[in-house]
T-cell receptor, first 113, second 112 residues
Framework: KQEVTQIPAALSVPEGENLVLNCSFT??????LQWFRQDPGKGLTSLLL?????REQTSGRLNASLDKSSGRSTLYIAASQPGDSATYLC????????????FGKGTKLSVIP | EAQVTQNPRYLITVTGKKLTVTCSQN?????MSWYRQDPGLGLRQIYY???????DKGDVPEGYKVSRKEKRNFPLILESPSPNQTSLYFC???????????FGPGTRLTVT
């Protein structure tokens, strides 16, 4: 059974810092990996989707990498801003037809002005 | 606007009273799914549907039912709700290919 772990569980940084969020998964036979953002009491917003054949994806100040063989992904946020404060969730698609989506428990990020 | 909608957004009910949470998407997506989110446990998949009339269990299906009679709708049914089903529920959809999921705004359910 796929398990996804995110470290750290919480992170507090001063505004302007670059930071890295980590995600690891136990079964490397994944189809895709997706990073989401969740604001308190809100739904999930998709940030980046990395297909299994890709090594990384970039969107603005965000860069996500994927190393299937080691079961790891990282989300890099450049020049952090207070508006980046949220919980970041990593999720992997696995199983036949990639219908199963397993989430990590998230990293709660606080960017201090 | 492409979106996934859920209703109701908030619901307080009593043990044993049947309820349905509706989910609808306007993107013609084949795949839809339901998740619940609980503190310390994260998001867990309840049921998913690959297309009309095709559904399968996720990680935590006990106490829930689903149906997929139309492509756009995927209701979640709790026949006899219990307090341990108090949670935040999310519906999601995506195309049949390898594409990102779109999530609804969530339904906060409290069972007393």
């Amino acid at each position: 059974k796929q398990e996804v772990t995110q470290i750290p569980a919480a992170l507090s940084v001063p505004e302007g810092e670059n930071l890295v969020l980590n995600c690891s998964f136990t079964d490397s036979a994944i189809y895709n990996l997706q990073w989401f953002r969740q604001d308190p009491g809100k739904g999930l917003t998709s940030l980046l989707l990395i297909q299994s054949s890709q090594r990384e994806q970039t969107s603005g100040r965000l860069n996500a990498s994927l190393d299937k063989s080691s079961g790891r992904s990282t989300l890099y946020i450049a020049a952090s801003q207070p508006g980046d404060s949220a919980t970041y969730l990593c999720a992997v698609y696995s199983g036949a037809g990639s219908y199963q989506l397993t989430f990590g428990k998230g990293t709660k990020l606080s960017v201090i002005p | 606007e492409a979106q996934v909608t859920q209703n109701p957004r908030y619901l307080i009910t009593v043990t044993g009273k049947k309820l349905t949470v509706t989910c609808s998407q306007n993107m013609n997506h084949e795949y839809m799914s339901w998740y619940r989110q609980d503190p310390g446990l994260g998001l867990r998949q309840i049921y998913y549907s690959m297309n009309v009339e095709v559904t399968d269990k996720g990680d935590v299906p006990e106490g829930y039912k689903v149906s997929r009679k139309e492509k756009r709708n995927f209701p979640l049914i709790l026949e006899s709700p219990s307090p341990n089903q108090t949670s935040l529920y999310f519906c999601a959809s995506r195309t049949g290919g390898v594409n990102e999921q779109y999530f609804g705004p969530g339904t906060r359910l409290t069972v007393t």
